[in-house]
């Protein structure tokens, strides 16, 4: 009989095929739904928010509850107090004042015998003559040397008279004394001499003439010159210039500075 489960029967052909094919739908069946399954899980994975996306939304959300804009400008005025309220104020250190210690006044120098003349002059008062106290007529003879030509004061190098006639020292100032009289010419020499001592002029010359003009052609200044500069402190010495500078009617004459009389 067809159909018959007896042993030894040989099973029906178009049976075992149709439960075959009843199998391969089920299993189509089943892949569709895993498919759908694994796109639905896909789509749900994309909708939900990243770690880094939550983070973000959380710090916004303390920002905004601190009272800080999109752009981290305040917004509440009383931000300020509130991020300053454990803020504590230093002591300001006492600083040490750094003063200059005083500077004792400056003592007024005297003046020059040239100044004090001058101020004299000006305030029409009769002052101390530049001249003053000085001979006309004093034996210098044991002072001079070189035929009377020359003078050199005790504490001055014994060459300085031949070193001035050389030009040690370049000339400064000149006087020229021709045509005055004795009185005129020894105030304008001493005149002359305190005014190139104030301005540190240590050389200079003068001019008194050979007397060739003079009515007996004798030297009327020629010694008188050379006494009035003997008796003058400052004077260290003078000689008789070149022949091309003046020779026997001038005199180069050196000065001590107040300087040098300091050292």
């Not at 003058?232 to 022949?243: C, G, L, N, T």
Request: net charge positive.
């Amino acid at each position: 009989m067809r159909g018959s489960n007896k042993p030894g029967a040989r099973p029906d052909p178009a049976s075992a095929g149709g439960k075959r094919a009843q199998g391969s739908l089920a299993d189509s069946a089943d892949l569709k739904d895993l498919r759908d399954s694994l796109r639905e899980s896909s789509r749900a994975q994309a909708l939900r928010p990243s770690a880094a996306m939550l983070a973000a939304q959380a710090a916004k959300a303390a920002a905004k509850d601190d009272g800080l804009s999109g752009a981290g400008l305040p917004d509440d005025p009383q931000l300020f107090q509130r991020a300053m309220r454990n803020v504590q104020k230093t002591e300001t250190l006492a600083r040490a004042a750094h003063v200059a210690p005083a500077t004792p006044p400056a003592e007024p120098k005297e003046p020059t015998l040239a100044q004090a003349m001058r101020r004299a002059h000006a305030l029409g008062e009769q002052g101390a003559r530049a001249d003053g106290g000085v001979s006309d007529g004093a034996d210098i003879t044991r002072f001079l040397s070189e035929n009377g030509t020359a003078f050199v004061r005790h504490d001055a190098a014994p060459d300085t008279a031949r070193n001035l006639r050389r030009g040690a020292w370049r000339t400064g100032a000149e006087l020229d004394l021709h045509g005055l009289r004795v009185e005129q010419a020894r105030h304008a020499l001493f005149s002359f001499l305190d005014e190139c001592l104030e301005y540190g002029i240590r050389c200079v010359r003068v001019v008194h003439g050979k007397g060739l003009g003079s009515q007996d052609m004798e030297p009327v200044l020629k010694d008188k010159v050379r006494t009035w500069l003997v008796q003058k402190p400052e004077v260290m010495a003078f000689a008789e210039s070149e022949e091309r500078h003046g020779g026997a009617g001038a005199l180069l004459v050196l000065l001590k500075l107040v300087d040098d009389a300091k050292r």
